[in-house]
């Protein structure tokens, strides 16, 4: 009866929240469910930007803005691209969307013509693939395992780039792995794309500030200036600043690509929300050290998780760079339990050990899990507990 389009029936709804639903029904059914599924920060939004969404309200600010964002909050984006990057830009080459996610979507529908093909290093961000199949393009993948610290070298690279490469998505510190490319990785990456200059490089910096690196936090902008007018930096205040249900993200790039994301999103959302706008603004204006306190926690669960992890068997796990995940290679247990599916794996951990995970497959990595270190210590001891009996029974 209803005949959807080819463009919904070519993707899937995101697999992360299909698990966290899954665990809200046994939860709901009344069973304890420890969920290690979520990807946001389990802390509050810093009081001091609540406080600025308020104010905006009573100040009015309850109105349209423009498309592209209040001229404030552009000046802050830029602020920060200056102050924690080194990089200048201009009002023109800035957007501002509801969430990193809306820009990613912007850039795709303003870049892509069915049949293009994007890069896509695996593990991959659940939703590029998807994102980019939505508008006719054809993702294509760079496997790197654990050996390589799940990041992709040069030569695969150069070996995957075809003529119909128009797009190359990178993302450091990676949701799921955790990892984070150094610069000197960055510039051997920067080196092969210099010589195919049809391809434009999507730098998702999500995570730029959930790093603990002892080398400071790099994108390939900053370690290739020369490819400046072929990179758009995204980015968002969701998970630095534990803001993910107010929905700002925002894109950096060259002036003609953000002029057309601009044309796209005047023609379906129109401005992200302008109260979510002066709360970014604070954000992003404000005292840092809500960051720090955050990345400090995040670190100490992470030391914590990665080490025991490793003590259960058949569990394999690579202590990360940062972000609030970590990616353990359970190929070995799957073996152990004779199932032949990571996602048949993390149903037994949810149905048996009451532990709910994303299994790897929705990340382009069959034989893996993510688990979310965003919830207490306590918790992730528990669930520590329960994987490792599963794992011995
Ligand atoms: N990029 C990465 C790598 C992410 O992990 C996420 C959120 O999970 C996003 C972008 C999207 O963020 P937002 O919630 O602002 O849409």
Same mark, same amino acid.
């Given at each position: ?12 709804? *995101? ?24 990807? =946001? @920060? ?28 209040? &001229? ?16 200048? !830009?201009? #009002? ?26 994007? /890069? +896509? $290093?695996? #593990? ?7 994102? *980019? ?5 054809? &993702? ?5 395992? +654990? =050996? ?14 075809? &003529?119909?490469? %128009? /797009?190359?998505?990178?993302?450091? @510190?990676?949701? @799921? ?22 391809? /434009? ?5 999500? !995570? ?5 690196? =002892? ?9 290739? @200036?020369?490819?400046?007018?072929? +990179? ?14 107010? %929905? ?5 790039? $060259?002036? &003609? ?10 023609? *379906?959302?129109?401005? $992200?929300?302008?109260? *979510? ?79 709910? /995970?994303? #299994? ?25 507990? %329960? ?7």
């Amino acid at each position: 009866k209803y005949q959807l389009s080819d463009r919904v029936n070519a993707i899937q709804p *995101s697999p992360t929240l299909a698990v966290s639903q899954k665990a809200a029904e046994l939860k709901a059914a009344g069973h304890d469910v420890i969920g290690l599924g979520v990807g =946001e @920060p389990d802390f509050d939004t810093p009081q001091f930007v609540k406080d600025a969404a308020k104010a905006a309200i009573d100040a009015g600010h309850t109105k349209y803005t423009a498309v592209d964002g209040i &001229p404030q909050l552009k000046q802050a984006v830029i602020n920060k691209f200056q102050r924690d990057n080194g990089l200048s !830009y201009e #009002p023109a080459e800035i957007l501002i969307s509801a969430g990193g996610k809306h820009s990613i979507f912007n850039l795709l529908s303003a870049w892509l013509n069915p049949g293009d093909e994007v /890069l +896509i $290093p695996a #593990p991959y961000w659940v939703s590029y693939p998807d994102m *980019s199949l939505l508008v006719g393009a054809v &993702p294509r993948f760079i496997e790197a395992g +654990i =050996e390589q610290r799940y990041k992709i070298t040069a030569a695969q690279l150069a070996a995957a780039i075809t &003529p119909a490469t %128009r /797009l190359l998505f990178l993302n450091s @510190p990676s949701n @799921p792995t955790g990892t984070a490319y150094s610069k000197a990785e960055l510039t051997a990456l920067a080196e092969v794309l210099r010589q195919h200059p049809q391809v /434009l490089i999507a730098t998702d910096d999500m !995570y730029e500030h959930i790093l603990w690196t =002892e080398e400071a936090f790099h994108n390939i902008a900053m370690v290739a @200036p020369d490819l400046r007018d072929r +990179i758009v930096i995204l980015s968002g205040v969701s998970k630095a600043y534990a803001m993910t249900g107010w %929905r700002i993200g925002y894109a950096a790039g $060259p002036k &003609p690509l953000i002029a057309a994301m601009k044309k796209i999103q005047s023609q *379906s959302t129109s401005n $992200p929300a302008s109260i *979510s706008q002066y709360a970014a603004l604070a954000a992003l204006e404000g005292d840092q050290t809500c960051i720090t306190t955050m990345v400090t926690e995040f670190k100490k669960r992470h030391d914590y998780l990665v080490a025991a992890l490793n003590t259960i068997p058949g569990m394999q796990c690579i202590a990360g760079d940062g972000t609030f995940y970590t990616f353990a290679n359970i190929t070995e247990l799957m073996a152990q339990k004779g199932v032949s599916t990571d996602i048949e794996l993390c149903e037994q951990l949810l149905n048996q050990a009451k532990v709910a /995970l994303v #299994p790897g497959s929705a990340f382009g990595a069959p034989g893996h899990c993510r688990f979310s270190f965003a919830t207490s210590m306590a918790t992730l001891e528990e669930a520590v507990r %329960r994987i490792d009996a599963y794992a011995r029974s």
